[in-house]
């Protein structure tokens, strides 16, 4: 019987390798944010990156090499640059005029990263750019709402596809418990989401949650 390692999560292009003698995950790319390299591999910092800290936590995103990914809030490109680096097609949204201007410098070196200047609550926006039936959603856009958001752009995602969530407790209300506002949010998205796992990044993110679900 084979043994499950934590790298059997990892999609095909995410190796842990070490960087100055420490263990980390990488992936293959011009660095973005002063993250270490290593000839042609760049560390993903997990601090930096709620999907860099799913990861670490050896959550079962589902991704895999070569997805074609829809990335909600993308800011300047931190964490889309590293999926980009071994997925397919990658459509980034983001609304902020400023880090989108970054976001376009990370997507010089990534012909398969697409930045879109769009704000992710008005997905009729970019329907006509982004393809149907992508394999994944990341959406990381740390605004009041959360769930809305991946509801209304659960059109695109696969009958059998992923969504990759980080939720900010902080950004749907500033005073309730984190945990009150996770299950808010989590019955919310059951309208259109089964969640398969759920877990709190705290160590890497205070305050956050990383949420795996499909469509339902
Ligand atoms: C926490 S930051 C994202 C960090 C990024 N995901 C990373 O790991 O590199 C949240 C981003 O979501 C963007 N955002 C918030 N609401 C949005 C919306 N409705 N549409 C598009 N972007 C949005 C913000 O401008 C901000 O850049």
Known sequence: ME?????DQLPAGVERRAFDGVERLATRGDPVYGEPT???WRAWDPTRSKLGAMFE?????GLEGDDTVLYLGAASGTTVS???????????????????RDLLSAAQSRPRLFSLLADAR???TYAHVVEADVDAIVQD???????RVALENRRFLADDGRLLLAVKARSEDVTSDP??????????LE?????????????????????VARPK
């Open 191 to 211: 309208a259109g989401y089964e969640i398969l796992e759920r877990r709190r990044l705290d160590e890497y993110h205070t305050d956050h949650l990383g949420v």
């Open 122 to 124: 008005k997905p009729e």
């Open 141 to 147: 856009v740390a605004t009041r709402g959360q769930a």
């Open 179 to 188: 945990d009150d506002v996770f299950a808010d949010v989590e019955t919310e």
């Open 38 to 40: 290593d000839g042609e």
């Open 57 to 61: 936590l050896g959550m079962e995103t």
């Open 3 to 7: 043994v499950a390692t934590m790298s």
């Open 82 to 100: 590293h999926v980009a680096d071994f997925a397919g097609p990658t459509y980034a949204v983001e609304f902020a005029p400023r880090p989108a």
